[in-house]
């Protein structure tokens, strides 16, 4: 790790960071907003965040280093292009076609999951690409996921 100005720069690896995220994804833990649990999944579904962004806000928490609000909205940016012209529209498929009574719908069902976690997988690396070109600060009071939760990008 490097300091500079008080500041702590480091390098995260994608990989390390996608391990981390399958690990806390299946546990499925539920976080707190507005004083209610809710799991990853339901922040994604009723609040409309970003559960790549959430699991990353959890991997700074455990690094121990904060971000600026600056730096969430640049996070938030970096994947909203790839996030709305490609995984949401593929998420959506695949919701539909569960509503349908197609013969081959199981074999359908899971090449659209593969082909989503893939999608999932690219956004987790714009989001590190995007992190490790900015400056972050070594903490004792972690609260990035609180931050992210009660963040709207104006």
Same mark, same amino acid.
């Given at each position: 790790?490097?300091?500079?100005?008080?500041? /702590?720069?480091? %390098?995260?690896?994608?990989?390390?960071?996608?391990?981390?995220? $399958?690990? +806390?994804?299946?546990?499925?833990?539920?976080?707190?907003?507005?004083?209610?649990?809710?799991?990853?999944?339901?922040?994604?579904?009723?609040?409309? %965040?970003? +559960?790549?962004? $959430?699991?990353?806000?959890?991997?700074?928490?455990? *690094? %121990? +280093?904060?971000?600026?609000?600056?730096? *969430?909205?640049?996070?938030?940016?970096?994947?909203?292009?790839?996030?709305?012209?490609?995984?949401?529209?593929?998420?959506? *498929?695949?919701?539909?076609?569960?509503?349908?009574?197609?013969?081959?719908?199981?074999?359908?069902? /899971?090449?659209?999951?593969?082909?989503?976690?893939?999608?999932? %997988?690219?956004?987790?690396?714009?989001?590190?690409?995007?992190?490790?070109? $900015?400056?972050?600060?070594?903490?004792?009071?972690?609260?990035? *996921?609180?931050?992210?939760?009660?963040?709207?990008? /104006?």
């Amino acid at each position: 790790m490097i300091y500079s100005n008080n500041k /702590k720069i480091i %390098k995260i690896s994608a990989e390390d960071f996608w391990h981390f995220s $399958c690990g +806390v994804y299946n546990i499925n833990r539920l976080y707190h907003k507005d004083k209610q649990p809710y799991s990853l999944l339901e922040l994604q579904n009723k609040f409309n %965040k970003n +559960v790549n962004i $959430c699991l990353l806000m959890l991997y700074l928490d455990e *690094l %121990k +280093v904060s971000i600026s609000q600056e730096t *969430l909205n640049k996070l938030i940016l970096t994947i909203a292009d790839f996030e709305n012209s490609f995984l949401l529209p593929l998420r959506s *498929l695949r919701l539909r076609l569960k509503k349908t009574d197609i013969s081959l719908y199981s074999k359908m069902r /899971k090449m659209l999951l593969d082909a989503e976690l893939s999608m999932e %997988k690219h956004q987790q690396s714009q989001l590190i690409n995007t992190i490790n070109n $900015c400056e972050i600060t070594p903490t004792q009071s972690i609260e990035n *996921l609180y931050a992210y939760l009660h963040f709207d990008v /104006k």
